[in-house]
């Protein structure tokens, strides 16, 4: 089972470690920064999620998918204390048929990330 250890550092800076790993990965709050505020890196856990369940869809199916991409953009609410929304875009190769692209889109948002958020999350989803 995974440990995740998260340590507070300056600055509201943060350092989680995979424990018994050198996995890691950090976030930051205050500008100027070079790290990722934690809801945007929800959104880059969620993106990350969906392409892997989207390619291993498209192994068993036999179809190559490389080169997909999910843009994904966290809207908070005025109090800046939770996402409501998160504006999702799937740009998929151009050999993909729109029945194909639509599928997988559907797919990708059924993995275990997205099916952990809040339901009352609304996803704005494209495809390209």
Not at 38 to 63: D, N, Q, Y
Request: hydrophobic share 40%; proline share 4%.
């Amino acid at each position: 089972m995974a440990i995740i250890k998260t340590t507070l550092g300056k600055n509201l800076e943060t350092t989680g470690i995979l424990v018994d790993s050198a996995a890691h990965v950090k976030t930051a709050f205050i500008d100027p920064r070079s790290e990722m505020n934690p809801g945007e890196l929800l959104c880059a856990a969620l993106g990350a999620c969906m392409m892997t369940k989207l390619g291993f869809i498209a192994s068993k199916r036999g179809e190559d998918v490389s080169g997909a991409e999910v843009t994904l953009e966290p809207v908070f609410d005025d109090k800046h204390t939770r996402i409501t929304a998160i504006k999702v875009k799937f740009s998929f190769p151009e050999c993909l048929k729109e029945d194909q692209k639509a599928f997988y889109a559907q797919a990708a948002q059924e993995c275990p990330v997205h099916n952990s958020l809040r339901e009352d999350i609304a996803f704005n989803v494209s495809v390209k």
